[in-house]
């Protein structure tokens, strides 16, 4: 029946025939469905074979934010946390919380995810004192807030790559080896909805969290022998500061006032880490725009555009 319905799609997408995709999806799309859910339910099955209690966490750009939310979240659940970003004060601060909140025992360290050289020492550090690593969170990132004929320096979009893109990827690769030493272990990858769909005023910032999309999707696929799962989150909106610090000479606002708040989103990524879901969409209209997205790309385009431009109000900082 697959096969068939397979053949059908293929045949709908050669000939354009509209008679056929609407045959397809009246009388595919439930059975598919059907069968998608049955396999998502054994997928969790095996996953939630898996407790957080006194597991060796990492958390990149744990400083703020959505990070140290999810610090305090995974706090509460007994783990051991190693907490990284740049600004050391933060951390620290970061890091008591933690403890008060029930954490096992919480590492800080001042890793820019730029530098190789100082993952390196890093999962060093970790091999030596608990010589694997049970969940990985690559969640360090930035932003910008320029329409690309307003940048001055294209440098802004390889910075952008270099954080958001080979500061995960590079992360993933070096963690690698010690969390295939721990069963079921879990990556999760903290993208955007502007990984799913171009953003105006960001296209560095959706370039590399596409960019995310495609490594941690092809390398989800590598370790399923290995019985790790890997998650890619999708946040719309959240309320940190990240928008302050958007890269660009002058950036324009972002309006994150209807977005949801970092504990929320941190409390959405923990239960997805837990299910070990292999992607996790925030809001409705999130979710739909990523079901519309291959039927009904141009009506998608121009739902994303109006809502984008609503959200940027194409107002300076
Ligand atoms: N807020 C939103 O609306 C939203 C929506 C979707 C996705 N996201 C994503 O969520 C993630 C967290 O962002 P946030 O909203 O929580 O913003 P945030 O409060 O600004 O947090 C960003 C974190 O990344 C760290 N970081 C930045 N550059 C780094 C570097 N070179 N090396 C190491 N750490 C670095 C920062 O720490 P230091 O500065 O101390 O290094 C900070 O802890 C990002 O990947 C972002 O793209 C956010």
Redesign the pocket.
């Known amino acids: 029946m697959i096969v068939f319905l397979m053949i059908l799609s293929f045949l709908s997408v050669v000939y354009i025939n509209e008679s056929i995709v609407f045959f397809c999806f009246i009388v595919g799309f439930p059975i598919l469905y059907i069968i998608n859910l049955y396999m998502k339910f054994i997928y969790h099955q095996s996953a939630r074979q898996w407790s957080p209690k006194e597991k060796v966490v990492i958390i990149?750009?744990?400083?703020?934010?959505?990070?140290?939310s999810l610090a305090y979240q995974f706090s509460r659940h007994g783990c051991i946390l190693v907490l990284?970003?740049?600004?050391e004060a933060?951390l620290a601060e970061v890091s008591k919380n933690c403890k008060l909140q029930g954490a096992k025992d919480v590492i800080t360290v001042k890793?820019?995810?730029?530098k190789e050289s100082e993952i390196t020492t890093l999962i060093q550090q970790i091999e030596k004192e608990y010589n694997r690593i049970d969940c990985l969170i690559l969640?360090?990132?930035?932003?910008m807030g320029e329409r690309l004929d307003e940048i001055n320096d294209f440098n802004l979009i390889r910075k952008l790559m270099e954080?958001?893109y080979f500061?995960s990827t590079n992360f993933v690769y070096q963690a690698l080896p010690l969390l295939k030493r721990s069963p079921k272990s879990r990556i999760v990858v903290?993208?955007?909805?502007?990984g799913l769909v171009g953003a105006p005023l960001r296209t560095g910032y959706s370039g590399s969290?596409f960019a995310l999309r495609g490594f941690f999707t092809a390398l989800a696929c590598e370790l399923s022998d290995n019985d790790i799962y890997v998650t890619i989150a999708y946040?719309?909106?959240?309320r940190?500061?990240?928008?302050k610090?958007r890269l660009g000479k002058d950036p324009h606002e972002l309006d994150?006032s209807g977005?949801i708040t970092?504990e929320k989103c941190a409390q959405i990524i923990y239960e997805a880490t837990l299910n070990g879901d292999m992607e996790v969409m925030f809001e409705t209209l999130g979710r739909a725009v990523r079901i519309m997205e291959g039927p009904f790309l141009y009506l998608n385009y121009w739902l994303v555009n109006k809502v984008q431009r609503s959200l940027n109000k194409n107002k300076r900082k």
Request: aromatic share 0%; net charge positive; glycine share 16%.
């Open positions: 990149t750009g744990a400083s703020s934010g959505i990070g140290e990284c970003a740049r600004r933060l890793v820019d995810v730029t969640n360090a990132g930035i932003s954080v958001n500061g903290v993208s955007s909805a502007a969290k946040p719309g909106p959240v940190t500061q990240i928008n610090a994150t977005g970092p």
